[in-house]
T-cell receptor
Framework: NAGVTQTPKFQVLKTGQSMTLQCAQD?????MYWYRQDPGMGLRLIYY???????DKGEVPNGYNVSRLNKREFSLRLESAAPSQTSVYFC???????????????FGDGTRLSIL | AQSVAQPEDQVNVAEGNPLTVKCTYS??????LFWYVQYPNRGLQFLLK??????LVKGSYGFEAEFNKSQTSFHLKKPSALVSDSALYFC????????????FGKGTTLSVSS
């Protein structure tokens, strides 16, 4: 099972360049997320999509945009990359919250992005 | 606001010994708590969760976690550590403002020596 697939795995950009990180899941999950992981800071939520057609800001949305292309795909775009956006980016998906239950999130293997 | 804290950056144990990775939480309302593990150059893998019910939660790879409401803790435990358990461990809590998104602790590196 592929689970959550992220592309590319590695990328080096120059300051001011733009790029889109791709994410696709094959588990028929409604909810998808983008996090960034920085040393000593855990993971921080950038944007999330509770269901197809909706997106919302997380803790650190500045400098990013997202598109929920369909139920499977959720992309993250850096319009004008900055060195502060050097990080490892993770996409995740989960079943929608129904009542009090909390489904686990399934993560991709990440995109390691370096901005010079 | 919801938050979790992992007070130890690193935990070192010998193979075969019990291990504990600590986590404390601060939430309004019922806590939905999770543990994840991350191996080098990989994404996070779900270990276990506490939603409601028994305070001792059993998860993958022989791990378990004890929910303690009075101490607002959710410590991860394993009776006998393996070298292959060496990894980065994250405690997380549901972010009530962002659907089913999670708020993560900073992570604890577990090192198991042979």
């Amino acid at each position: 099972n592929a689970g959550v697939t992220q592309t590319p795995k590695f990328q080096v950009l120059k300051t001011g360049q733009s790029m889109t990180l791709q994410c696709a899941q094959d588990m028929n999950h409604n909810s998808m997320y983008w996090y960034r992981q920085d040393p000593g800071m855990g993971l921080r939520l950038i944007y999330y999509s509770a269901s197809e057609g909706t997106t919302d800001k997380g803790e650190v949305p500045n400098g990013y945009n997202v598109s929920r292309l369909n139920k499977r795909e959720f992309s993250l775009r850096l319009e004008s990359a900055a060195p502060s956006q050097t990080s490892v980016y993770f996409c995740a998906s989960s079943e929608s919250d129904r009542g009090a239950s909390g489904g686990p999130q399934h993560f991709g293997d990440g995109t390691r992005l370096s901005i010079l | 606001a919801q938050s979790v804290a992992q007070p130890e950056d690193q935990v070192n144990v010998a193979e075969g010994n019990p291990l504990t990775v600590k986590c404390t939480y601060s939430v309004s309302g019922n806590p939905y708590l999770f543990w994840y593990v991350q191996y080098p150059n990989r994404g996070l893998q779900f270990l276990l969760k506490y939603i409601t019910g028994d305070n001792l939660v059993k998860g993958s790879y022989g791990f378990e976690a004890e929910f303690n409401k009075s101490q607002t803790s959710f410590h991860l435990k394993k009776p006998s550590a393996l070298v292959s358990d060496s990894a980065l461990y994250f405690c997380a809590v549901r972010d009530g403002r962002a659907g089913t998104a999670l708020i993560f602790g900073k992570g604890t590196t577990l090192s198991v020596s042979s």
